[in-house]
C-alpha cells in the first residue's frame, strides 16, 4: 500500500478520532507511506520455519491469581460517577450507527 492519499489520512483520523487539519493531512500522508512501506519489506521476509510466539521472551506473568470475591455496594461504585441513573454509569455516546 504505497499510494497512501491524503483520503487515506482523512480515514485513518477519523477512525482514531483525531481532527486534522488538512495542512496536517497533507503532512501525514509521506509518513504513512513510508511506514506501510516497512510493512511491505516485513511481508518480504521468508518466515515458515518460524515458530509463532504470543511475545518475544519468556516472560512468566507476574500478575496475581484470580480469586472470587464480593463485589462492592452498587451505592458505592456509583457514587463517584459523573452521572448515574442508580443502576448503571451514563456516559456520552461514542459510537455512531453505520
Known amino acids: 500500500m504505497s499510494s497512501i492519499s491524503e483520503e487515506h489520512v482523512r480515514k485513518i483520523a477519523q477512525l482514531a478520532r483525531l481532527k486534522l487539519t488538512d495542512e496536517l493531512l497533507s503532512a501525514h500522508a509521506p509518513h504513512l507511506r513510508k511506514i506501510f512501506g516497512y510493512f511491505a519489506q516485513l511481508d518480504e521476509l521468508e518466515t515458515g520455519d518460524v515458530e509463532p510466539m504470543s511475545h518475544p521472551t519468556d516472560r ?4 496475581r491469581e484470580d480469586e472470587v470475591s ?5 451505592e458505592e461504585a456509583l457514587k463517584n460517577s ?3 441513573d442508580g443502576q448503571f454509569f451514563l456516559v ?3 459510537l455512531e450507527k453505520g
Open 82 to 84: 459523573a452521572k448515574s
Open 70 to 74: 464480593d463485589s462492592i455496594p452498587l
Open 92 to 94: 456520552p455516546r461514542i
Open 60 to 63: 512468566q506473568n507476574a500478575i
